[in-house]
């Protein structure tokens, strides 16, 4: 014998759990947004353009360690309240954040340089020449 069971569409559905959870408070974890970029490679160097707002010039670092490049930040925020204000919601970061990653060759320290402008980072990473071979005397 088979047991039946009577279909009701309001009785504990996935559409009764939505309309529950709409009202539930949102609840945010503050966590660094990544560092976004773009690498446009040309015939001597490597540009990067990298989106670091709301970050002081003096407070971004970039090094560079043969073909790898690391860019960090310290992203302060304010946390003034005036006598009266309470703050309703924060979701600003504030803390580091860093992006490392590595070129397919060597970049030239010297000979690169970096603007920050409007909240984009714009690097300009030389290509160290490669160097030349040295062809070994046979005896």
């Given at each position: 014998?088979?047991?039946?069971?009577?279909?009701h569409?309001?009785?504990?559905?996935?559409?009764?759990?939505?309309?529950?959870?709409?009202?539930?408070?949102?609840?945010?974890?503050?966590?660094?947004?990544?560092?976004?970029?773009?690498?446009?490679?040309?015939?001597?160097?490597?540009v990067?353009?990298?989106?670091?707002?709301?970050?002081?010039?003096d407070?971004?670092?970039?090094?560079i360690?043969?073909?790898?490049?690391?860019i960090?930040?310290?992203?302060?925020?304010?946390?003034?309240?005036?006598?009266?204000?309470?703050?309703?919601?924060?979701?600003?970061?504030?803390?580091?954040?860093?992006?490392?990653?590595?070129?397919?060759?060597?970049?030239?320290?010297?000979?690169?340089?970096?603007?920050?402008?409007?909240?984009?980072?714009?690097?300009?990473?030389?290509k160290k020449p490669?160097?030349?071979?040295?062809?070994l005397?046979?005896?």
């Amino acid at each position: 014998m088979h047991n039946m069971t009577v279909y009701h569409p309001f009785a504990q559905s996935s559409l009764d759990e939505l309309f529950r959870g709409f009202f539930r408070p949102v609840r945010v974890e503050k966590t660094a947004a990544p560092i976004r970029m773009d690498v446009v490679e040309t015939e001597n160097a490597y540009v990067v353009k990298a989106e670091i707002p709301g970050v002081a010039k003096d407070d971004i670092q970039v090094s560079i360690e043969g073909s790898e490049v690391t860019i960090g930040a310290e992203v302060k925020a304010e946390s003034e309240t005036k006598d009266g204000q309470r703050v309703v919601r924060s979701e600003r970061y504030s803390g580091s954040v860093y992006r490392a990653f590595t070129l397919p060759v060597d970049i030239d320290e010297a000979a690169s340089n970096a603007k920050y402008e409007n909240g984009v980072l714009e690097l300009t990473l030389s290509k160290k020449p490669a160097a030349a071979g040295r062809k070994l005397t046979i005896q």
